[in-house]
């Protein structure tokens, strides 16, 4: 690999994504946040799909979709939109409570928010699962409510642990740095494994979501989702009950 030094940094970047060692600064956070890229995937394409054109996760599809239901674009909601961003923001204001009040404890805080979106999650699962077909619209307007918050909760955690390039829902920039940053721009190509997965991440998560809607069942989106939220939960809480050598929290 001499004579491509971008492809050794790119495959050590991938190892350190999926599989850090034990001794990595970021400990397990890096394979943990991937998953949550995935239950962001799962849940916009159940939202998108089974609840209107509106997305519980991705917020600047939102903005975009209120511009078109303003404009008069058939099949946009400006009322889902607006409840979507609230809500998101809503539970964005709680996770950054809840990360200030946990302090330095990084997995514990990925532990208690996943735990948090366990219990949502599994509430937005069972109202589903017992709902008719369509879904009413006060359930469609109660499955967004609780599901942008859950996700504003994630995201306020990811943006609060602040291991790079992997924030689980926002990916604009992440496609950007991989263009600006890579090789072909000039540059070492540092992180670009990273965001690959990421991309890739929300791309499967997506995609399985959609084929899961449209050709099995509408709720196992959501199962799948909550399946991924119970092992983050679990793995998360586990290395924080039982601590290793401390580590410094990124500034």
């Not at 509106?54 to 600047?60: E, I, R």
């Not at 939109?81 to 964005?92: K, L, P, R, Y």
């Not at 072909?184 to 399985?208: D, E, K, Q, W």
């Amino acid at each position: 690999m001499g004579c491509y030094p971008w492809l050794s940094t790119l495959l050590s970047d991938a190892r350190q994504t999926v599989a850090p060692p034990r001794d990595h600064k970021d400990g397990v956070l890096p394979p943990l946040l991937v998953a949550l890229t995935v239950v962001t995937g799962l849940v916009d394409a159940f939202s998108y799909l089974v609840l209107g054109h509106v997305f519980v996760a991705n917020q600047t599809g939102n903005v975009v979709f209120f511009a078109f239901a303003l404009a008069g674009v058939k099949g946009f909601s400006a009322t889902a939109s607006v409840a979507a961003i609230g809500c998101f923001a809503f539970g964005a204001l709680v996770g950054g409570r809840l990360g200030r009040s946990l302090g330095g404890r990084r997995e514990l805080l990925l532990g208690v928010t996943a735990g948090i979106q366990v219990v949502i999650v599994a509430e937005s699962l069972t109202m589903t699962a017992l709902a008719p077909s369509p879904l009413p619209v006060g359930l469609r307007y109660a499955l967004i409510a609780t599901l942008a918050a859950t996700m504003g909760l994630q995201n306020a955690t990811a943006r609060k642990l602040a291991v790079p390039d992997l924030t689980t829902t926002v990916l604009t920039l992440t496609i950007t740095g991989m263009a600006a940053d890579g090789p072909l721009a000039g540059a070492t190509g540092a992180r670009m494994a990273r965001r690959l997965i990421s991309v890739a991440a929300m791309l499967v998560g997506a995609l399985v979501g959609a084929v899961l809607v449209l050709h099995v069942h509408i709720v196992y989106p959501l199962v799948i989702a909550l399946v991924i939220l119970a092992a983050v939960a679990v793995i998360a809480v586990a290395p924080a009950r039982n601590p290793r050598a401390p580590r410094t929290p990124p500034t």
